[in-house]
Structures are given as C-alpha cells and as structure tokens.
C-alpha cells in the first residue's frame, strides 16, 4: 500500500479554511452590530421608564396638593 500527498486536496482545504474564517468575522462582526443598537435601544427604553415615572410622581403630589 502506496500512501501519497495530495497537494490540490491541501489547496482546497485551506482556501475553504480563509472562507470560513471570513464567513465567521461576518458573524462576529453582525453580532457585534446588532449588541450595540440593542443596548441602545434598552437604554432609550429605561430613559423612557425614567421621565414616565418622574412624571407619575408630579402628578401624585400635585393631585395631593388639591
């Protein structure tokens, strides 16, 4: 039994292997994007509970008040 080398096999593997590897920074780099606008978008959320409930409070004393 003749074992050989396959240099196109090699090739191939490592050209699929740089395809994976920027298929993966694109992931990354997508999932990065999408943390960063969520965290925006959960801090316009609680900036919004925040004046709601400062409100609620003017209110509350204000109708104390009469």
């Known amino acids: 039994m003749v074992l050989g080398c396959n ?3 090699w090739c191939i593997e490592d050209i ?3 395809k994976d ?4 920074q694109n992931k990354i780099y997508l999932l990065e994007k999408h943390l960063y606008v969520s965290t925006r978008r959960i801090k ?4 919004g509970i925040y004046f709601l409930f400062l409100i609620n409070i003017i209110m509350f004393f204000i109708y104390l008040n009469f």
Do not use: R
């Open 7 to 9: 240099f196109f096999k």
């Open 21 to 24: 590897a920027i298929i993966q």
């Open 44 to 47: 316009m959320l609680l900036l």
């Open 16 to 18: 699929v292997d740089e």
